[in-house]
């Protein structure tokens, strides 16, 4: 058996109450990798694309990411 992080407990935590439709789950999990967008954002600029959209997509991205992980297979 290995260890797994309390930041990926924190995330499984989260996924699943994402799949039970927890709207505040997907807040705290995107507002921990907001981040990593705010870096993506500053590194590939994007003709007509300001960082709203950026955070739109990667919402969007992470709700797909959410609905195709299995929690029971990963975890």
């Known amino acids: 058996m290995y260890y797994k992080s309390e930041s990926y407990l924190i995330d499984k935590n989260l996924i699943k109450r994402i799949k039970m439709h927890d709207e505040d789950a997907i807040n705290e999990l995107f507002e921990k990798y907001r981040p990593l967008v705010n870096k993506l954002w500053a590194t590939y600029y994007l003709h007509g694309f300001d960082v709203d959209d950026w955070y739109q997509e990667a919402i969007i991205v ?6 195709r992980y299995d929690v029971e297979k990963n975890g």
């Open 62 to 67: 992470m709700l797909n990411s959410v609905k």
